[in-house]
């Protein structure tokens, strides 16, 4: 991912966005994106910002690359520095030594494991989660026992930077509360019971200062219903089902106990990542809990690991039913988030490596003393040998199911690739036209031939224009009309870019709708190729069950095939097995024919077929042989160079009368992909804000727009003089109007936008189901401010943790000056008095030790 050129990304690690001050200000501090809606950008701030100022000093690529080693470094040295400290707390370790051995594995158990998502996942916003977790449940405990102000600070800024999967309350949580359990169930003094609750209570309310900037605008959007669901996607009804948790619980107790997973499908279909080597895992967890029995935190760490494990397991076994339970009545997003059990696996990884980390300790301590010496002679070399080997067998089953993800699933998805230049020449062209307007890039999403897998809201997030999501007419209405330029202008677009690379979308089909529109101009054309996949040399899946690649009964004179639509005729003898079923005839109908099937080189997943086909011409040699004909579609764009042809009998109910025979690996031609690229301009785009006539807003839908034959032209009695928009959220605006006029804001509709008008508010109305229109009633000269006020709220967020972190750091500075040692120094004149010579013969031989007494 590191060394090839090119930008590591895939799905919704967006790492090709160009990182600047700009993306920063648009994307993270900016409550609403144009043309999408209400934003969560804010929680992203933090790797928004490490971006940007890596890509300031190394550039765009090396940022990139420098920002993921970054974070899988930090997915190690947290730990291991956390564990360093609460080792040390707990009076577990305190020869030096030792404690670096326990920190060191506890930290490479964290880095090492399949589920980091800075190894085998692109570091997404879940590696945020993962890498401070250990961190914030060490600092918390600490601060719990200690009350110490510098741990309050650390847990505070911690569970900020943590911010980019709000995951963390819940994982603190549960920490938080099993050791306050733990805490009070010693037999304490009441002052200590009321010191423990009431350090808890202070970390909940440094948390909730320090992630103000998040959760006061989140919770204002719940409130207002900004969005109208869009804050609310989740709710206490549709959050979850148990078909999705079921689904989504990925890995068994067991699984999590050996630290690996069980084959599943959800990105991709893997074999089993643990082997019998991996019960060494909770023999070693086992054998420190024993070791250290006396010590009472021991015991507090096996209770989060189980706790975490049975809740990382989900509703499988053994109390799967509660977690269902749970789930199902939580209100609002609460649920939503938990319908991923594998997101509480940082605590049992955390939970696991201080556990190991003190077992390797535990196993070093025995081998040190008395008894074990004599048996080994006393030999360093052999202990520290020993000490080594078990570590090696701790690391390597973990190690082992982290290397097949990355080989299945990351290193082929996150390979560094570039994008084509034709998009910089796209952008280029939008930047130089004058105004402010929308841009839809068809299609969006998916993956393309020169990045053969998903890529999430590409281009948009690319795009140097605020973009408007094609789903919004995409398949309907733009399939069904010619007009599609009006709603592209209440959706404020005045510009869709069309680029056919993608492999998810009819491409040709698309174009020829655009194509077809009465009120869309092409403005700008371009063209560009790639070179594809060269896979000519994967190797057949010759073990794949059902296949059959020696008796083949098919036969091509051709193994060339033309990129598109095409004609493909082959030899064919009908197998003895066949006939002996009673089909003897020769001649295929309805009940009995050949399928053709086109696979991807070297596999034959029927999920992922390029095509089928049935016979479309038979020309018979006698009743057991002949030619047969087929007419087969292959994209134009596909990203590879080669497909595997296979084919197999079947009757009238699509049942296989043979195994599925391979025929031969055919070549596309021409070996290059042309890929082209539109630029259309609406014709019917009227400016993001312009003026309808009163009735507009008895309009309810979309379909009356289109049946309509009303165009979209500006209400006759208001006239737009100025336009001015400070940022996403707020536009300044002037109309000279003679009448009342509804004033057409082209932005997604939501309920908490408002138009001032001096002293007056006016709310909203949707317009045709689409977007915000405000009902004018003055007339004269208008300056009208639009403003999205759920951004005030983000301000109040941030300026609340802005303040927790000023007002810590002050309270950090007198608690410093207050413990600072005092030193006095006189200012008093320093008068010389002489000293007689017998006292000073007397004292001479004691100031530099010179006594004759031997106890003076």
Known sequence: MLIPQGLPYYGDETYYIP?????LSSYNLQIWTPGNGPSTGVLSLFPTMLLVGLRGILGQELGVKGYLLLLAWLTAIIPYAATKQLLRHWKFVLDPLRLELASGVSGLVCLLFFSNQAIVAGSNSFVWNYAMFPLLASSLMIFMDTGTIRQLLIFGISSAVASPQPFWPYLVGIVGLIYLIFSLERRISTPHRVKLIKNSLLAVATGLGFNAFWIVPTAAGYLFQAGGSTFQLYGAQGAVSLGDLSFLSFWSFQDVLLLGESAHYFFWDHPQTYTLFSIIIPLVAVTSVLAYRRNRAVFFVGAVLIVGALATAGVNEPIGVLYYLLTSYL????????????????????????????????????????????????????????VLTLVFLILAPITYGTLLDLQG???PRYSPSNIPEQYGQLNNWLTAQPGDYKVMWIPAAGAYDWKPYAITAFPDLLSSKPTVPFTSIYPNPLGSTYNIGKILAFMGVKYVVYHGDSINYPNDQILQTLLAQRDLATVESLNGTISPKDDSHTPLPIDAPGTDFTDRPFHLSNVTLPRGQDNLTMSYTIPKTVIDQGYTSGQFADYFSIGLYGFPAGSVDFSNQIFFATVAHQDMTNATSGYVSFNVTSSLNYPSTSIDLYANFYDGGYRPLTPIYFIDRLTLVPNQVTNRYFIFENTDFDGTVFSQNVNI????NMTELLISNASIVSSP??????????SGVEARVTFQASAPFVMILTEPFDRLWRAYIGSSEIQPTPIYGLVNGFLVNQTGTLNIRVYYPLQTYLYVGMALSAASLSLFLLAIVLVWRKS?????????????????TQLFDQLQPRAFGKSKAPNS
């Open 19 to 23: 990182w600047t001050l700009g993306t």
């Open 697 to 700: 807003a008895n309009n309810a």
């Open 409 to 411: 699933y990351t290193w």
């Open 820 to 836: 600072r040692p005092k030193t006095t120094a006189s200012l008093e004149k320093t008068l010389s008095v002489p000293v007689p």
């Open 331 to 386: 209100p609002y997003g609460a649920a939503a988030i938990l319908r991923n059990p594998t997101k509480f696996v940082p605590i049992v990884t955390f939970a696991y490596g201080l556990l190991l980390g003190l077992g390797v300790i535990a196993v070093s301590s025995s081998l040190s003393s008395r008894r074990f010496s004599l048996l080994i002679s006393s030999r360093n070399l052999v202990r520290h040998s020993i």
């Open 717 to 726: 009695s208001a006239n737009l003089t100025s336009y001015q928009q400070t």
